[in-house]
C-alpha cells in the first residue's frame, strides 16, 4: 500500500530507476522530477523591499504581499549568506506622484533616465512604513542595502539605480565574496524583484526567482511583462519547494 508521507522525490527515483528518466519524465511536472537545489558558500539569497509600506495597511500594498514572509524566513535557513534590502526614499522624492501636480498614482512621466511611474508616497527614509516586517526571521542577514535615497533618481533594483549607471556596490560586494547563484525573493515581483534579477544576470550571476516567495502589482500588465523579460534574459523561474 502506497504511504501519502513517503517523500515523493524518492517515489519517482524508484521508478526513474525501473522505467528510466526518459520514460517517466514526461508523466510528471518538471518540478517532481528535478533534483532539488542546494544553496552552498557560493549562494546568496536577496530579500527585497519586505518593508512595511508594501504590506497590508501600507501606502503602496502589494496584494497578499504579507504572504512572502513565513515562505522568505523557510527558504531562509537554506543560505548562509542572505542580503536584504530596502526602499528608503527623501520626502518628496520624484517618484512620488504628490510632487507632481494633477498627477495621479500609477500614471507615469519622462524624466532624463526614462518612463518613471508614479507611486503613492511610501518608504520615506525613517518612518515605519520604511522598516522591515519585524515578523522577517533572518538573523543571519549579513547586509542591509539601502536604494532610491537619491531624490531624482528612482531605484528599483538591489544592483543599479533607475539611471542604468548609478551602483549600489552589490554586485561588487558578492564577487569579493565568491557568489555565483543569486535567488531573489519578495516585493514586487513586476518592480523590485526582476529589475533585481534582470541586473543579477547583466552582472553575470546564474539568476533565480523564487516565485511563491513574491508577489506583484501588476500595472498595465507590468506582472507578464516581467516574467517575459526575466525568461529572456536567462533568470530561472523556481517554486521555494525546489530548494532544499
Known amino acids: 500500500m502506497f ?7 524518492q517515489v519517482l527515483a524508484g521508478l526513474g ?6 520514460a517517466i519524465a514526461p508523466l510528471f511536472p518538471r518540478a517532481l522530477w528535478a533534483a532539488p537545489i542546494r544553496p552552498d558558500d557560493a549562494s546568496v539569497l536577496l530579500v527585497i523591499d519586505v518593508q512595511n509600506c508594501f504590506l497590508p495597511g501600507g501606502s503602496l500594498a502589494v496584494k497578499d504581499g504579507e504572504k512572502v514572509v513565513p515562505v522568505i524566513n523557510r527558504i531562509a535557513r537554506s543560505f548562509a549568506n542572505v542580503v536584504m534590502t530596502q526602499d528608503w526614499h527623501t520626502a518628496g522624492h520624484v517618484s512620488f506622484a504628490s510632487v507632481h501636480p494633477g498627477k495621479k498614482p500609477f500614471e507615469t512621466i519622462d524624466l532624463p533616465y526614462g518612463k518613471q511611474v508614479l507611486w503613492p508616497d511610501h518608504c520615506v527614509q525613517g518612518t515605519a512604513g520604511a522598516s522591515l516586517s519585524k515578523d522577517l526571521k533572518i538573523p543571519q542577514a549579513e547586509l542591509i542595502i539601502r536604494k532610491g535615497f537619491h531624490k531624482d533618481v528612482d531605484s528599483y533594483s538591489a ?3 533607475a539611471d542604468g549607471k548609478t551602483t549600489t556596490g552589490l554586485a561588487a560586494y558578492l564577487k569579493a565574496r565568491q557568489v555565483k547563484r543569486v535567488f531573489v525573493a519578495g516585493l514586487a515581483t513586476d518592480f523590485c524583484v526582476a529589475w533585481t534579477a534582470l541586473d543579477a544576470r547583466k552582472a553575470g550571476f546564474e539568476t533565480y526567482v523564487i516565485e511563491d516567495a513574491c508577489r506583484g502589482i501588476d500595472t498595465h500588465g507590468s506582472l507578464n511583462k516581467a516574467w517575459g523579460d526575466m525568461g529572456e534574459a536567462g533568470v530561472k523561474r523556481i517554486q521555494s519547494g525546489d530548494i532544499a
Open 3 to 9: 504511504d501519502p508521507m513517503f517523500d515523493r522525490r
Open 17 to 22: 530507476a525501473v522505467l528510466g528518466a526518459t
Open 159 to 161: 544592483f543599479t539605480e
